[in-house]
């Protein structure tokens, strides 16, 4: 009988404070606040789950090798080799050359991307006439297949099937690209982008010793690591290469708008949940404030008649 009247008492003792007027308001703001705080932090893991997967295909690549010489056969078979089983490499040249139309003998300055097997990595070309790109080969004898972003026919004039030339080497061009893994197009484009494979360079006299080429070693681990492990798989790759014109990046760092914008996304999310916290805590402050207030008379009749400070706190 007596434990049964001590639990209802100490059950009574917690619950007596919420039984004032006004009480429950401070502890729906501590709540609120907290609640908002939490979601703020699980919809910041959620955007920055979905970000890296669309990074990704910006990068085209987890790791990359990025040098202004071309990389070594040793240096991509031993970053392979120390890189997980299962990775996936493939590489790509970029330049800018001037691009000839076979036809109306005008010429353009075009952004050329050399592309080796497995490109892309992540993502997918979409091209006009749909087709499978990497299948795809001229029409004509003498020539190589490219493709190319549509303002290609409009500033140099080559048409579907038409030939156009860059440095000594003819090619064709069979489709348009609708859609190409990454940012897409810029606005500080030197010129339509056009698609070449890389064996097709060979022998054109574009890409020699001191040529302004970026030349890009793209890997893809297995199982699509998160970002913290693929800088621990960066800082042993940089140990490994000793030259230091090569540069090792993950996917979130080889592209700059995407580096700005992961940097102002952690801020803006960081900024909102300091800002809910202060929010709950002025709530909390003014609710209790509030509470004194109304409680202030029965307080002080309470204390005159003998009540002791401790019980009116508690």
Avoid at 97 to 102: F, G, I, K, Q
Avoid at 206 to 223: D, Q
Wanted: net charge positive.
């Amino acid at each position: 009988m007596n434990e049964s009247m001590n639990e209802k008492g100490f059950v009574a003792a917690i619950r007596r404070p919420f039984r004032l007027p006004g009480t429950w308001l401070p502890v729906f703001c501590c709540a609120a606040g907290a609640l908002a705080v939490f979601s703020v932090a699980l919809l910041q893991q959620e955007i920055q789950s979905a970000l890296q997967v669309e990074a990704r295909e910006v990068a085209q690549a987890d790791l990359e090798l990025s040098s202004p010489r071309a990389l070594s056969e040793e240096e991509k078979s031993r970053t392979l080799a120390l890189l997980p089983a299962g990775s996936r490499m493939t590489e790509t040249w970029e330049f800018v050359s001037m691009a000839r139309d076979e036809a109306t003998n005008r010429t353009r300055l075009v952004e050329v991307r050399a592309i080796g097997e497995g490109y892309p990595l992540y993502g997918k070309i979409e091209i006009e006439p749909a087709s499978d790109w990497s299948t795809l080969t001229p029409k004509k004898p003498g020539a190589t297949a490219a493709f190319a972003q549509p303002d290609l026919v409009a500033q140099l004039g080559t048409q579907l099937n038409g030939r156009f030339f860059l440095g000594g080497v003819a090619f064709e061009l069979n489709a348009l690209v609708k859609r190409e893994p990454g940012l897409g197009g810029s606005a500080f484009a030197l010129g339509p982008k056009v698609w070449v494979h890389r064996q097709a360079l060979k022998g054109s006299g574009l890409i020699e010793r001191g040529s302004r080429v970026r030349h890009r070693a793209l890997f893809a681990l297995p199982g699509r690591p998160d970002p913290e492990s693929l800088t621990l798989w960066k800082t042993r790759l940089e140990a490994e290469i000793a030259d230091p014109v090569v540069r090792v990046r993950t996917f979130t760092e080889s592209n700059g708008q995407l580096r700005r914008f992961f940097g102002r996304l952690d801020e803006f999310l960081a900024g909102l949940s300091f800002l809910i916290f202060l929010l709950s805590a002025a709530g909390f402050l003014t609710a209790f404030r509030l509470r004194l207030q109304r409680q202030r008379m029965t307080f002080a009749i309470q204390r005159a008649m003998g009540a002791s400070r401790a019980w009116l706190v508690g």
